[in-house]
């Protein structure tokens, strides 16, 4: 098939103001300087791509840019929720309803509002460990406290342990459970059954649902992604996040959706929650989701072909080390435990041995330790610099 899109090109970033590059040593290392590094920094950790946003979105930003003026901006026109609910209903068979769609300048701000909005001091919100670190950051304020429920990794592929989730979900103190669907850091995508026995379970205890499902349109080629709330449409218990910031890697952009059925909690949210956007944002969102689909088909036939050339180069490289290929996400979840000792600092090791920047198991909240991280979404061939580097690197590690 003709390819229209190019993903080898390498895109030099410096100078960008980009947290991949330049910002990775406060966000890795807090006030600990970071090590000094031997070679030329290899980005990659965080959930952003080296690849050019898609053209439709590039043209969409052109023609707001056209229009001069910037001032305050909202979504009164509707043009952004014709565009991603046609892309529900064509990517997921999924109808959004207009009231319940509110936007935010982030998943991530959302949380924070969530839990303000649901918890009072003293309240837990849950969720599946390892986890993404701003759920830890999200709901540990204000006394409110995260409580996790630990994946079972024993054959490298998550499994819930619903006999715990029961137990925490019971507790009268846990009100919210952060859902990631597409899991961060493993990849997995839940199944319909998992995704119901979790949703019953937060009914039957009356906890809110916060599905995040901001990796949820970068599954492995020929998947398809399952809403939580269209597995469970009359559910008034679930809010669901997603954004265009993974899949079309606009995540400066600062746009994402929050679905919230429930009428008390959407009040809450527009008395407290700001509600203006970015204009180039709103732009950019709506170019992507009307005309940035065959972008994306062949960016998602790009990562498979990244996650199949790592899968071979761990495979050949480092028995012990143990990786699948993720159903989901463009963040590769690898096993290292058999080469180095416990609690040793991976993030700190990769940057100060290979000048690679990933990270470590450990800065996903628990249950990590011993793993890596490695975001594939960049050119192959820096992918492979990567993956060499960290094979050298475990080699030499003595
Ligand atoms: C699970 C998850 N939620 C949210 C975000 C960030 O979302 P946003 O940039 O829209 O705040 C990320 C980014 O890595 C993520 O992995």
Redesign the pocket.
Known sequence: MMRRFYFDRAIDRRGTNALALEGYAEYLFGNKPPPSVPNELLPMW???MQFAAPPAVIDAMQARLAHPIFGYTGHFDDTLFHAFNRWCETRYGWSVVREHLQL????????YTIVDLVCQPGDKVVTLSPA?G??SKAANRNGVKLVTSRLSMDDWYPRIDFDDFAAKVRDPRVRLFFL?HPH?PTGCAWSADELIKLADLCHDNDVLIVS?E??CDLLRQGGVHQPLSKLRPNDTNIVT?M?P??TFNL?GL?T?MVLIPDERLRRAWRDSHYPFVNPLGLAAAVGAYDNGGPWLDELRDYLDANLVALDELLRTNLPLARFRIPDA?YLAWIDLSAYFPEGCNLTQFFLARCGVVLEGGDMFIENGQGAIRLNVACPQNQLIAAASRIIEGVRRRD
């Open positions: 965080v959930a952003d935010s300048l982030g998943v991530i701000p959302a949380l993404y701003y759920f990631c961060n995040d901001v990796h996040c954004a910031s993974k995540a600062m994402a996400t």
